[in-house]
T-cell receptor
Framework: SQQGEEDPQALSIQEGENATMNCSYK?????LQWYRQNSGRGLVHLILIRSNEREKHSGRLRVTLDTSKKSSSLLITASRAADTASYFC???????????FGKGTMLLVSP | KAGVTQTPRYLIKTRGQQVTLSCSPI?????VSWYQQTPGQGLQFLFE???????NKGNFPGRFSGRQFSNSRSEMNVSTLELGDSALYLC??????????????FGSGTRLTVV
């Protein structure tokens, strides 16, 4: 069963605006990863943050992790129409090599 | 380098039949994981193989099975198909030595429709 929950379920913004997605998980983790999925195709790895890290940047992406609240957020700055996709957080539980996914956030960026 | 290759891309089967899906990981990747994605349950872990050994298994019935070959290619099999098995099946590969560091590379998936 899934242990992660993303918030919001859907997000609609204009190009140039920032998009923030939140994720919560239930058990202790080794790391947390974010993936993007376009129209029911494969998942693309975006960024990974380890349990001992609090913030990480990659290009227009910024991810934070709060292990005390068991939550993470993904910020996409200066959104583009090409960012339209579903975004999933996935936690890797301590001691395992499997990912537990959230239900995802559907992001729509309008030109 | 070539990505993760899944075949076939689309598949339509009848209830009661069985199906075999194939996944070729990135060259050098020895870990292959399988996930099922449905609108209702989202993404769920099926199993993970490393060096031809199943290391982890998700909460799926025994109708779902898999294997990995010496060249790291993997297959998953679903027997006695049910309508609820209709889903996008995704394969992911990693180096395993540091799957947490690099994340996973996913294939484009096989979309299975059971009628």
């Amino acid at each position: 069963s899934q242990q992660g929950e993303e918030d919001p379920q859907a997000l609609s913004i204009q190009e140039g605006e920032n998009a923030t997605m939140n994720c919560s998980y239930k058990t202790s983790i080794n790391n947390l990863q974010w993936y993007r999925q376009n129209s029911g195709r494969g998942l693309v790895h975006l960024i990974l943050i380890r349990s001992n890290e609090r913030e990480k940047h990659s290009g227009r992406l910024r991810v934070t992790l709060d292990t005390s609240k068991k939550s993470s957020s993904l910020l996409i700055t200066a959104s583009r129409a090409a960012d339209t996709a579903s975004y999933f957080c996935a936690s890797m539980n301590s001691g395992y090599s499997t990912l537990t996914f959230g239900k995802g956030t559907m992001l729509l960026v309008s030109p | 380098k070539a990505g993760v290759t899944q075949t076939p891309r689309y598949l339509i089967k009848t209830r009661g039949q069985q199906v075999t899906l194939s996944c070729s990981p990135i060259s050098g990747h020895r870990s292959v994981s399988w996930y099922q994605q449905t609108p209702g349950q989202g993404l769920q872990f099926l199993f993970e193989y490393f060096s031809e050994t199943q290391r982890n298994k998700g909460n799926f019935p025994g109708r779902f099975s898999g294997r990995q070959f010496s060249n790291s290619r993997s297959e998953m099999n679903v027997s006695t198909l049910e309508l609820g098995d209709s889903a996008l099946y995704l394969c992911a590969s990693s180096t395993r030595q540091s799957p947490g560091r690099d994340g996973y590379t996913f294939g484009s998936g096989t979309r299975l429709t059971v009628v």
